[in-house]
């Protein structure tokens, strides 16, 4: 089946310093990936739509200068927080979907639990 | 008013229960309709899909839609602790690479 890889799992930085987030789709290709953040006992918001190739698109509230994203292969994604602030401490889920499949089952990362100090 | 309404719970039930979770929408223009289960601290896995109206079987799992109600429902016959989890119903317009609307996810406890 459709595997995505998140990594790393859970990351502390400093106050003012950027994290980098890394999303792969294991076994298949993904032109299209999504970045979601997730608070505590709150539901998934999605922050941006990642397109290999092309700028990502960014959800309306969402500071695309501090969530920094790269699709630069039809594998990878990347999310980068920076100047990170303790209340971009959250819980950062990418999900992505193979190009051929007929439903909408997109499968998602492990996520990303960030704490900023 | 939020465009996915689902209420967070926690639900708890005994071992063997039917458990039923819910959730209502507002956009008539939905047309997928997900279910995803999400343990603590993990990402999301999807349970079941179903496209316009109508019921779905998976093993346990029974997703129905009821587009004229605006009202989708996930039955998990036999629940096992196993189960225990946040349940998270998601909707999106079109098919494609569609952005989904997820609801706040129900918190089910299943104890033996």
């Known amino acids: 089946g459709a595997v995505v890889s998140q990594h790393p799992s859970w990351v502390i930085c400093k106050s003012g310093t950027s994290v980098k987030i890394e999303c792969r789709s294991l076994d298949f290709q993904a032109t299209t990936m999504f970045w979601y953040r997730q608070f505590p006992k709150q539901s998934l918001m999605l922050m941006a739509t990642s397109n290999e190739g092309s700028k990502a698109t960014y959800e309306q509230g969402v500071e695309k200068d501090k969530f920094l994203i790269n699709h630069a292969s039809l594998t990878l994604s990347t999310l980068t927080v920076t100047s990170a602030h303790p209340e971009d401490s959250s819980f950062y889920i990418c999900?992505?979907?193979?190009?051929?499949?007929?439903?909408?089952?997109?499968?998602f990362g492990s996520g990303t639990r960030l704490t900023v100090v | 008013q939020k465009e996915v309404e689902q209420d967070p719970g926690p639900l708890s039930v005994p071992e063997g229960a039917i458990v039923s979770l819910n959730c209502t929408y507002s956009?008539?223009?939905?047309?997928?309709f997900m279910w995803y289960r999400q343990y603590s601290r993990k990402g999301p896995e999807l349970l079941m899909y179903?496209?316009?109206?109508g019921n779905k079987e998976d093993g346990r799992f029974t997703a129905q839609v009821d587009k004229s109600s605006k009202y989708i429902s996930l039955f998990i016959r036999d629940s096992q602790p196993s189960d225990s989890a946040t349940y998270l119903c998601a909707m999106s317009v079109s098919g494609g690479y569609n952005k989904l609307i997820f609801g706040a996810g129900t918190r089910l406890a299943v104890h033996p």
């Open positions: 956009n008539s223009a939905f047309q997928y």
């Open positions: 999900s992505a979907a193979p190009g051929d499949r007929g439903d909408y089952g997109y499968t």
């Open positions: 179903t496209y316009s109206s």
